[in-house]
């Protein structure tokens, strides 16, 4: 699933890639999704995003002059499971492009398009972020940090760390890859309790008397939970590419994979929280581990065998020798009455299924004459449309 990274690097690609682009016409939609229309059309329009925790604005900012006359319209994408942008050739539009916005003419006509193949994504007019999500991890540290601390005394925090973690109203960006690698990096348990590991923080002051280098040298060495939400973001996003998901080129895929010291990674344990989600870690869950749930390990790929190790393959069956036609001439014919009832296509598979041949034999023999030659109807393949998700 994105996380805050993959929006924050879809919205650069966003900027980067349409910076100099000039939109015009309507805003389409697929037929299939869900989502509402959007009513926006425009002779010559720019377009331009920004993200902020796992949601991403996008605005669309039409050019003095251009018609109807009407002011920017902002919408603001949640990418579920599979959401991300892409800009194709208007002729050769992605599957599952949900929402197409089209450049103007002169030029190549170019489409950017919200792609989401399994359809959890949203957007929604109007341009407000989510009301129930807190500052970004990402953009708006201080006040994320102030407001987790603030509110340690919210029934959010009696849950494991672990699924406190994927709370929005306090940790805006962070999803299942992020809390593994977090809280891997500090070695928590994963279902210890979230007050129990954030509460030592309120606490937490520098000395003044460390010189500022001082102050940011020992937090870049000793970081905190909260830190840590952070800065391993960011490091996500100085990899480059569009991060973790299946849109991600390859490259940026073996990047990614790189980076991991957790996640899904040989060696490490998982369980699942209470909402079904499964976290990955190292040692102790922790007291609030679900009862009854049965850490898995992922096993380590066994290495290639060393040549001390290789046998010799054993050499091929030999293959049977065919009987010759003479031989299955000399061969006495079965009857109908010794052949094994409905064995007939597996005993001779060359021939071709042919349903009811015996009863039509018997029909023309009964009637004495020949039944009319049926012609096979043409078959009709559609193929799916390419510019429509399904």
């Not at 999704?33 to 720019?46: G, H, I, K, M, T």
């Not at 034999?361 to 429509?388: F, I, N, V």
Request: glycine share 10%; aromatic share 8%.
């Amino acid at each position: 699933m994105p996380e805050g990274p993959e929006l924050h690097l879809a919205s650069r690609f966003v900027n980067d890639a349409c910076g100099q682009l000039l939109f015009g016409g309507a805003v389409e939609k697929s037929a299939v999704s869900r989502n509402p229309e959007v009513p926006f059309e425009s002779s010559a329009y720019r377009i331009s995003a920004a993200a902020r925790g796992k949601e991403l604005r996008l605005t669309l900012s039409p050019l003095p002059g251009a018609r109807p006359p009407q002011p920017p319209r902002a919408l603001v994408f949640r990418f579920g499971m599979s959401g991300s942008f892409q800009l194709a050739p208007a002729d050769e539009l992605p599957r599952h492009a949900h929402l197409r916005f089209y450049t103007a003419p002169p030029g190549p006509r170019l489409a950017l398009c919200f792609v989401d193949i399994r359809r959890f994504g949203r957007w929604d007019l109007g341009g407000e972020w989510g009301p129930d999500r807190g500052p970004c991890v990402l953009g708006e540290y201080e006040r994320f940090r102030d407001n987790v601390l603030r509110n340690l005394a919210d029934k959010a925090f009696d849950r494991p760390i672990c699924e406190t973690l994927l709370d929005q109203r306090f940790f805006n960006g962070i999803g299942n890859y992020l809390r593994a690698e977090i809280l891997y990096r500090l070695r928590i348990p994963p279902f210890e309790k979230a007050r129990t590991v954030l509460e030592a923080l309120q606490q937490r002051k520098p000395s003044p008397e460390l010189t500022l280098s001082q102050k940011i040298r020992n937090k870049l060495q000793n970081p905190d939970l909260l830190e840590l939400c952070h800065s391993v973001p960011k490091e996500v996003v100085q990899l480059g590419g569009k991060g973790y998901g299946p849109e991600s080129g390859e490259e940026d895929f073996v990047a990614f994979r790189a980076w991991l010291q957790c996640y899904g990674m040989p060696g490490m344990s998982s369980l699942r929280d209470r909402q079904g989600r499964t976290i990955w870690f190292q040692g102790d869950p922790g007291p609030l581990a679900p009862k009854g749930g049965k850490s898995r390990r992922k096993k380590p790929k066994a290495a290639p065998p060393g040549p001390e190790d290789r046998t010799e393959d054993p050499p091929p069956p030999s293959k049977a020798p065919s009987r010759t036609r003479r031989a299955q001439r000399s061969l006495p014919e079965k009857s109908t009455t010794q052949q094994p009832k409905g064995t007939h296509l597996q005993q001779d598979p060359q021939a071709p299924p042919e349903p009811g041949k015996g009863r039509r034999k018997g029909q023309r023999a009964a009637s004495g004459r020949p039944r009319p030659r049926r012609m096979k109807p043409d078959t009709l393949s559609s193929e799916p449309d390419g510019t429509s998700a399904s």
